[in-house]
């Protein structure tokens, strides 16, 4: 009972290691003045469970394939619920451009317009943490998931989507 209380102990201490705090501000010109902090995962997050054989699987409330907005975007993104957190996750073949100011949008639309989305159309869950590769964004509870039907990247500086993932499920 003692060692597989010292492997939560050890699984959770990792968990929390592994998430940087990522908090966004608004610019003078931005039209987003309530962006939230949000914990960014930069690697998936390991699951933790009753039995060491006993795997807990994530389960897929929303997903879709990015689409180019104003710069080629490709890759799919979901959203996963695991050990009662919701995230936003994207794949391996998720790869877009640099730019300035680039964040992380759940949108209320499935085709967020491709310049000049408005504050009230989208909430943000962060900071893009890289240009390609796997990547999760935590989803606060107070964010009501069914509201919102695509992910996308966004340019604050320049209110520019650069590609964006209309959820099908």
Known sequence: MQRKL???SLAALAIAGC???VTTKP???SASQGLQTVQASETATPTVSASP???QTPTVVKSGSFVKGEHVTQGNARI?????QTFLEFDQNFKTDNGPDLLVILHRQQKPKIYGITEK???SLGRLQKTSGTQRYAISDDIKIADFASAAIWCRTFNATFGYAA???
């Open 19 to 21: 998430a940087e705090q």
């Open 53 to 55: 054989n006993e795997a």
């Open 167 to 169: 959820f099908n499920k």
């Open 80 to 84: 996963i619920t695991e050990n009662g």
């Open 27 to 29: 610019t003078e010109n």
């Open 6 to 8: 010292l492997i939560v």
């Open 121 to 123: 159309d989208y909430v």
